[in-house]
Nanobody, 124 residues
Framework: QVHLVESGGGLVQAGGSLRLSCAASGRTFSANAAGWFRQTPGKEREFVASSDWSGINTDYVESVRGRFTISRDNAKKTVDLQMNNLKPEDTAVYYC?????????????????WGQGTQVTVSS
């Protein structure tokens, strides 16, 4: 079992930055892929970024590539999402997740553990 808690969301103006952090507790983390997803009302949860177990390999949805960076610290059991040059369309509830797989995965069905979500609002 893994328990995930996100923090760092908030309100920011367009062009600003936020850093989301996700702390994991439990036995599973350092050997597992981790990711960030987001969701807006009435829409399906969307893949944002993922990291393999090592943190060396990462993947992003095209709309955030070059602006967002995912990183992890397996010793501390944390996975962060640095978000720069934020846009109003980035507004969403952001969720961190841990997968049963160790390699990069971007599908919600591949993730077994989810945090409660943190709201990010970007004003224009």
């Amino acid at each position: 079992q893994v328990h995930l808690v996100e923090s760092g969301g908030g309100l920011v103006q367009a062009g600003g930055s936020l850093r989301l952090s996700c702390a994991a507790s439990g036995r599973t983390f350092s050997a597992n892929a981790a990711g960030w997803f987001r969701q807006t009302p009435g829409k399906e949860r969307e893949f944002v970024a993922s990291s393999d177990w090592s943190g060396i390999n990462t993947d992003y949805v095209e709309s955030v590539r070059g602006r967002f960076t995912i990183s992890r610290d397996n010793a501390k059991k944390t996975v962060d999402l640095q978000m720069n040059n934020l846009k109003p369309e980035d507004t969403a509830v952001y969720y961190c997740a841990v997968s049963r797989y160790s390699t990069l995965v971007k599908f919600t069905e591949s993730y077994d553990y989810w945090g409660q979500g943190t709201q990010v609002t970007v004003s224009s």
